[in-house]
């Protein structure tokens, strides 16, 4: 069905797989997707251990919980519904907007599909959409929802579970919820867990946070579905020396990653200390409104909370 994505090669070697995508369809509005989708080498992808020992600081008033399975330190996949069929692998990425279905769910419930030009940063490729009758994560039912449609696939042979859907904060946004990396569960419907947090700099479907790298403001994508820490070339004025330079591959071909070392970086008022990140041309769009990409498990945080009704992140570390 996406040709285009099969006849892609996996590289040999691809610790990062993100790239930010930028689509538009038939006059549609603006799609933006995060690169868990994008870069095709996820079986050797992996990202920041975290420890199974965490305690699980308590958390008031849970009106809805939902347990899920972290996959390479740092990868959300919990069970939803699609249709009238249940038990799916779902894939929490707060990165893509709209939500990805694998083609091979949108077979089974005989989708109907339309053509999407997807802008990556480096050119444009071709995709499909569909929309969902019914699509149900936890509490969170969704009706009548967009989605693109692609082979999910190579995810499979990355991480050693299928994965039906990748779910955005399009979906997710419905709801205020709180994250606990230590206890594996979503709590929907609850925030304003911890006095450490942020005002979303960019409002959902993707949200975005103040950093500072070595002393430099950074507004960056908070991403669950990244590897590490990514950072568009084009908006930096000088960047740091390189350590060294990786390759690796998207739907539009090679992409070039050059790894950095920060001596410094903050977060409100919390000093996170080094910091490695991966610089990647963008082909001089500085006019993107994020410059970079970012997923907080990968910052150390044990508990996240997402609370739309005040545009807040907090985070207890």
């Not at 069905?1 to 006059?27: H, I, Q, R, W």
């Not at 799609?31 to 699980?56: M, P, V």
């Not at 700099?201 to 946070?209: A, E, T």
């Not at 790298?213 to 669950?224: A, I």
Request: hydrophobic share 45%; proline share 3%.
């Amino acid at each position: 069905m996406l040709e285009f994505l099969s006849a892609l090669a996996c590289p040999v070697y691809d610790p990062l797989g993100d790239t930010l995508v930028k689509a538009n369809s038939l006059g549609a509005a603006s799609t933006r997707i995060s690169g868990l989708l994008i870069l095709l080498g996820i079986a050797n992808f992996g990202c920041a251990q975290i420890s199974d020992s965490f305690s699980s600081a308590p958390i008031a008033i849970k009106r809805a919980t939902l347990k899920f399975k972290l996959f390479r330190g740092c990868l959300i996949i919990t069970h939803g519904a699609i249709g009238n069929l249940e038990n799916l692998n779902l894939l929490i990425d707060t990165g893509t907007d709209p939500s990805i279905l694998d083609n091979r769910i949108a077979e089974k419930i005989h989708a109907k599909l339309e053509v999407v030009a997807l802008d990556t940063i480096q050119a444009k490729v071709r995709a499909w959409q569909t929309h969902l009758l019914s699509l149900k994560v936890g509490p969170i039912t969704s009706r009548d929802t967009r989605v693109l449609v692609e082979d999910l696939s190579f995810l499979e042979r990355g991480i050693g579970v299928r994965v039906d859907a990748l779910i955005g904060l399009d979906v997710l946004g419905k709801q205020n919820f709180i994250v606990d990396y230590g206890a594996r569960s979503i709590s929907f419907g609850v925030s304003n867990f911890s006095s450490s947090g942020l005002t979303f700099m960019q409002s959902p479907p993707l949200v975005g946070i103040a950093m500072r790298f070595d002393g430099y403001p950074v507004e960056l994508m908070l991403d669950t579905g990244a590897s590490s820490l990514m950072l568009f070339h084009s908006h930096w004025r000088m960047a740091p020396k390189v350590s060294h330079v990786q390759h690796s591959t998207n739907l539009a071909g090679d992409l070039v990653r050059r790894m950095v070392e920060f001596k410094t970086a903050t977060i409100g008022t919390l000093d996170l200390g080094r910091q490695n990140a991966y610089f990647v041309e963008d082909g001089n769009n500085a006019q993107s409104e994020f410059d970079g990409l970012v997923n907080p498990a990968l910052l150390g945080f044990r508990q996240i909370s997402f609370d739309f009704a005040q545009n807040r992140f907090e985070w207890i570390r």
